[in-house]
T-cell receptor, first 111, second 116 residues
């Protein structure tokens, strides 16, 4: 699986959009970008994943650059409940679930 | 999303005893389940991968005789920590996916194990 780089921490004001970047310059053609988040003392929660097109669901949007070397997870209207560690993982569909978790980004949403 | 349930949510046991943790997929068939361990202020580390009806595949450095994994049905996998010691105290998390349908895995809520 390709390695990812994320900022250690970010702050966001409640109600504003939270944009979490992820670099994955060594991504292979068959690898997807997955995002999970982990709220304190809970199991990770799946957020979204994509291959090359931008994706949107009820939780977030995923923007993948044209060269696929980086992506951004967007939480459109962050709430205090979105405070968590966000993990960006790059892997093939065949390996989905068998994940290498990095340190992720600790997002703190402030009132 | 699909639901994966772990039981118990937390457990305290004495050194030398064994503890069993259950992981159930409630609304889908989990052809593959994964077990992770997370120490305080660290990220998740994959321990093993299990496919229904076959032996688990352990990651390097994980003792298969200490962490017994059984995946006897498409909805249940168990992790037994045998002869637990204080250094086994950790947050154990399972995830599950249906290899025939889904492309993402869903995680359980985790089990906090404390060995005293």
């Amino acid at each position: 699986d390709a390695k990812t780089t994320q900022p250690t921490s970010m702050d966001c004001a409640e109600g504003r959009a939270a944009n979490l970047p992820c670099n994955h310059s060594t991504i292979s053609g068959n690898e997807y970008v997955y995002w999970y988040r982990q709220i304190h003392s809970q199991g990770p929660q799946y957020i979204i994943h994509g291959l090359k097109n931008n994706e949107t669901n009820e939780m977030a949007s995923l923007i993948i650059t044209e060269d696929r070397k980086s992506s951004t997870l967007i939480l459109p209207h962050a709430t205090l409940r979105d405070t968590a560690v966000y993990y960006c993982i790059v892997q093939s569909q065949a390996n989905a679930g068998k994940s290498t978790f990095g340190d992720g980004t600790t997002l703190t949403v402030k009132p | 999303g699909a639901v994966v349930s772990q039981h118990p949510s937390w457990v305290i046991c004495k050194s030398g005893t064994s503890v069993k943790i259950e992981c159930r997929s409630l609304d889908f068939q989990a052809t593959t389940m994964f077990w992770y361990r997370q120490f305080p202020k660290q990220s998740l580390m994959l321990m093993a991968t299990s496919n229904e009806g076959s032996k688990a595949t352990y990651e390097q450095g994980v003792e298969k005789d200490k962490f017994l994994i059984n995946h006897a049905s498409l909805t249940l996998s168990t992790l037994t920590v045998t002869s637990a010691h204080p250094e086994d105290s950790s947050f154990y998390i399972c995830s599950a996916r249906d290899m025939t349908v889904n492309t993402e895995a869903f995680f359980g809520q985790g089990t906090r194990l404390t060995v005293v």
